[in-house]
């Protein structure tokens, strides 16, 4: 089924930055596509970026040019720089993986990591 590790949520002051990642670490021998989401309490889900097994990446609009996505050279871990932060309380980031592969873990999601950014 796959095994999901994600790492590096906490606290930062507005305006600082926070490093997420996460890993699959169960298959050898697959590579993903990986996205982020991320939800607040009381609020649904909502995309924040991805990026393909070949490298091509899609941020959503609200973090455009504040956030960057990348992937090791496996493609089973990514990394999310998220820079000039904005509020937020205890907003909950997610990773969800698909690979292409056969035999290889489909629709995967992490148990999430959170966030918070004080004013």
């Known amino acids: 089924q796959g095994r999901m590790v994600e790492t590096g949520g906490g606290s930062v002051q507005a305006g600082g930055s926070l490093t997420l990642s996460c890993a699959e670490t169960?298959?050898?021998?697959?590579?993903?596509?990986m996205s982020w989401f991320r939800q607040a309490p009381g609020k649904e889900r909502e995309f924040v970026p991805s990026?393909?097994?070949?490298?091509?990446?899609t941020y959503a609009e609200s973090v455009k040019g504040r956030f960057t996505m990348s992937q090791g050279i496996a493609k089973k871990t990514t990394y999310l720089q998220m820079d000039s932060m904005k509020p937020e309380y205890r907003v909950m980031y997610i990773c969800?993986?698909?690979?292409?592969?056969?035999?290889?873990?489909?629709?995967?999601w992490g148990q999430g990591t959170q966030v918070t950014v004080a004013t």
């Open positions: 969800l993986i698909n690979s292409r592969q056969s035999g290889c873990p489909i629709n995967l």
């Open positions: 169960e298959y050898e021998n697959c590579a993903y596509d």
């Open positions: 990026i393909t097994s070949d490298g091509t990446t």
